[in-house]
């Protein structure tokens, strides 16, 4: 009898086990689909990215813009924590980041060489690479995020930003992950709490590495208002969050307040030009990559993903795709794609003409804001609408020759960006100053107005690539970052040329390296001539090394 019974419980269990198997394939497949359909092409879309920009990511000599973010960041916490709550608070997340990553490399026994500074951005722009890709895939269909995105990695705007040691790469990440939890809570219904808190924290983020964020969450509130009466499903969800919405708003709002006091005294961009309507266009044409044929296709096909989610609702909307083959009644699926198209549509409109209207408005005041490198921020959402443009074509050998011809085009102008990479020189103008170093010698530069800088990224290139080279503190004109200006207020930075200040300090050093670089205007460029001259009449020049950047020129104090 026992045996009978276990044999029954055996066979009872094998009959279980079988019942279950159909469930868990099931379960093993969907595991698979999803893992195969999003996370793999996920991390696909981040390697490719990632390969294109760290290629060459070391070579461009570092400019003054990105040696002012590492010699800024190097100095001590509690200096530089009192700078970016002064006179520079923009872009304070980044230095305060930046700060840490060069302790971290700095215990490594790591150098802050040109590629250790840039990694970050190169890191950063791969994941927003990522966050282009995750709502065309989710929102638009698997064609509309891998068009997004590739045109996104390969941008030479987006490359450019995406290998400088600069705020710009993770404020990309941050904005596009503030859009992405936006959709996520409009469209589903389990974890708000968790995407309202992720909305609210990458927004305050987004602020804290660029005060330009704010323009972007200025055209999050105009496409939530449009949402709430645009036909399609999302009007719905919209109207039942507004008051979500608000409380996010209001929470985020409270969390810059800090940011927003410091930033009214705090440096300004009166280093920008007014804009003019031309510039708006050779905005579009650098996302363009000055190739205007590669321009037409991408706001032909932006303007066509707008038409279709338009048409899909109007009353003879259909009628008209249906002529073209871009409808069929008979086609559920491809169909209710498109209805899905006008909301995104709308919002990825949104992130692109706020921006560029709003900061071309305020520009034509004192407070400039229309500049490439800040309307970087536009970039994903219009490569979504360049997506979505192709998406809406119900042919897949159209969609498949439509994307490779545009990812050739794109693909063609990556080279030129890179040889076209480096901004200034100044890494083969600072070797030759090392080289030709020897101790006790004096290093002057000039002009190192804030606004422009010669000390800066020459100390950036002593202390990545160390040597005995260094400025000392009776340097004339020398700059000093405890008084965020002349290390002698009283002498000021034209020390540096005046003659007696010269005499004075070339009676102390054997030689004197005379550095001249990033001058300002024409009466600066004569000062400098005029002080060149006379340290060439006084002193014996030993060598000289002239980029359209800096003139290094080294002279021997002993001869007259």
């Known amino acids: 009898m026992t045996q009978t019974s276990e044999s029954a419980g055996q066979i009872g269990t094998i009959k279980d086990d079988t019942d279950q198997k159909p469930v868990l394939l099931h379960q093993m497949q969907r595991i698979t689909h999803l893992f195969s359909s999003t996370w793999l092409l996920c991390i696909l879309v981040g390697v490719i990215a990632l390969g294109f920009n760290l290629y060459r990511l070391g070579s461009p000599s570092i400019w003054y813009d990105e040696a002012f973010s590492v010699e800024l960041a190097r100095q001590p916490l509690p200096l530089l924590w009192h700078i970016i709550w002064g006179p520079e608070p923009n872009m304070e997340l980044y230095y305060l980041f930046l700060h840490f990553w060069l302790g971290f490399t700095g215990f490594l026994g790591l150098h802050p060489t040109e590629f250790v500074v840039r990694f970050p951005s190169a890191v950063f722009a791969a994941f927003s690479s990522v966050m282009v890709f995750l709502p065309g895939r989710r929102f638009l269909g698997i064609t509309a995020g891998i068009v997004g995105a590739g045109l996104y990695l390969l941008n030479d705007l987006q490359l450019l930003y995406a290998q400088q040691t600069r705020s710009y790469s993770l404020q990309l990440l941050l904005v596009c992950i503030v859009w992405y939890a936006l959709f996520v809570v409009l469209t ?29 969450l200025l055209a999050q509130i105009v496409a939530f208002g449009g949402l709430l009466t645009l036909p399609g499903p999302w009007r719905d969800k919209a109207r039942h969050r507004v008051v979500a919405f608000i409380v996010s708003l209001v929470i985020a709002s409270v969390l810059i307040i800090p940011m927003l006091l410091v930033s009214l005294h705090g440096s300004k961009t009166g280093w920008l030009p007014p804009p003019h309507l031309h510039d708006i266009y050779s905005l579009f044409l650098t996302i363009g990559a000055y190739n205007q044929l590669y321009l037409l296709l991408i706001l032909g096909f932006c303007a066509l993903g707008i038409l279709v989610s338009i048409l899909v609702y109007l009353p003879q909307g259909k009628e008209i795709l249906g002529q073209f083959a871009l409808y069929k009644s008979g086609d559920d699926k491809h169909n209710s794609m498109l209805q899905e198209y006008l909301p995104v549509a709308f919002a990825c409109l949104c992130w692109v003409i706020v921006p560029v209207v709003v900061s071309y408005l305020v520009s034509q005041g004192s407070t400039r804001l229309f500049s490439n490198r800040y309307l970087v921020v536009i970039l994903p959402p219009l490569f979504l609408l360049v997506g979505m443009g192709i998406a809406s074509l119900r042919w897949r050998t159209i969609q498949l020759a439509l994307t490779l011809a545009l990812f050739l085009i794109a693909l063609y ?87 007696n200040a010269l005499a004075a300090f070339g009676a102390k050093h054997s030689h004197l390296f005379f550095i001249k670089g990033r001058i300002a205007n024409e009466t600066e460029a004569a000062k400098a001539k005029t002080a060149e001259q006379w340290l060439d009449n006084h002193y014996h020049l030993l060598g000289r090394i002239v980029t359209p950047t800096v003139t290094i020129s080294l002279y021997s104090t002993n001869a007259t």
Request: glycine content about 6%; proline content about 6%.
């Open 188 to 216: 589903q219904e389990t974890h708000q709490k968790r995407w309202w808190a992720c909305f609210i924290v990458a927004t305050s983020l987004a602020v804290y590495a660029h005060l330009f964020s704010l323009l972007i």
């Open 413 to 499: 102008n990556v080279p030129l960006y890179y040889k076209s990479a480096q901004v200034e020189d100044w890494n083969s103008t600072v070797h030759w100053l090392e080289q030709h170093y020897q101790p006790g010698d004096g290093l002057v530069c000039y002009n190192n107005n804030n606004a422009q800088g010669c000390q800066v990224p020459v100390e950036y290139y002593l202390h990545a690539y160390p040597s005995a080279a260094h400025f000392t503190y009776d340097s004339p004109g020398a700059h000093s970052w405890n008084s965020i200006g002349p290390a002698n207020p009283n002498a000021g930075y034209g020390a540096a040329v005046d003659t």
